[in-house]
């Protein structure tokens, strides 16, 4: 079986916002279903996990996104393992047109931990060295740039019904969009993201009293996190562009 996976997309409606554009969660999904199916069908997906109670843990997303645009029509995702330690495994993905053009890449970290204790356990006799891939990924793991300051904006969330996924934890791109609403739409209106980078520091569970702040740090980059009574769940780095056409995008 070849080590990398080739997964072809075709936006619906239902994954485009006002701008008729991809949102960053949908696209998110695109490459975590396709993480899915390439650990399935190698031996060490989800249900695979499960047999040694186990289970796998995004620990850390970065996308970088070259054509907004074009990530609307259909697109190929390709995905492969860059490497493996003891706890950790690093997952890559170039997404393109179908002709191959390069219209963004992704980073990943994942982590193994026991289903009961959710404690990192080793992952070297899973098989995952067999399929390292040295393929080029031009986005490295950058520190987080941590404000000493108070953020500029804070707003309250509980963790709801909608937000769960199967293992009934705080889905992972349910993150991603409860940060990307504290920004106000005047934002979306002038500019497209160009990278986001996220990183999961704990569990949110049903019920949970959270709170989303951000805090800008230049003219097109912030940085954001979801608190738990002070203490960060997850945090994320935003960056914008300016788009082309500039103030153009209305409501019909």
């Known amino acids: ?25 949908a ?9 899915t199916c390439h650990a399935a069908s190698r031996g060490f997906g989800f249900d695979d996990m499960a047999k040694r109670n ?11 996104i070259y054509d ?17 330690d003891r706890i950790m495994t690093y997952r890559c993905f170039e997404i393109t047109t179908p002709q191959g053009e390069t219209l963004g890449f992704a980073r990943s970290s994942w982590a193994g ?14 098989g995952l060295q067999d399929y390292i891939v040295d393929r080029h990924c031009p986005i490295t793991f950058d520190k987080f740039v941590t404000p000493t300051d108070a953020p500029e904006y804070a707003i309250p969330y509980t963790v709801k019904y909608s937000d769960l996924d199967m293992n009934g934890h705080f889905n992972s791109v349910k993150y991603m969009e409860a940060i990307l609403d504290i920004f106000d739409i005047e934002r979306y209106r002038t500019h497209s993201i160009s990278r986001f980078d996220i990183m999961y520091l704990a569990e949110g569970f049903y019920g949970m009293e959270l709170i989303v702040n951000r805090k800008q740090i230049n003219d097109n980059e912030y940085v954001a996190s979801i608190c738990k ?8 780095n935003v960056r914008f562009r300016a788009m082309d056409n500039g103030q153009l995008i209305m409501f019909e």
């Open 229 to 236: 009574e002070g203490k960060p769940i997850c945090r994320a």
């Open 54 to 64: 186990m289970l796998w843990v995004l620990s850390r997303l970065i996308i970088d």
């Open 68 to 84: 907004q645009e074009r990530l609307s029509g259909p697109i190929r995702v390709i995905t492969w393992i860059e490497g493996v």
């Open 27 to 35: 696209l998110s999904n695109y490459l975590l279903y396709a993480a």
């Open 113 to 126: 931990l026991n289903h009961d204790t959710r404690r990192p356990v080793s992952l070297e006799n899973l």
């Open 1 to 25: 079986m070849e080590k990398t996976g080739t997964y072809n997309y075709q936006a619906e409606v239902y994954s485009l916002d006002f701008r008729r554009q991809l949102t960053i969660p």
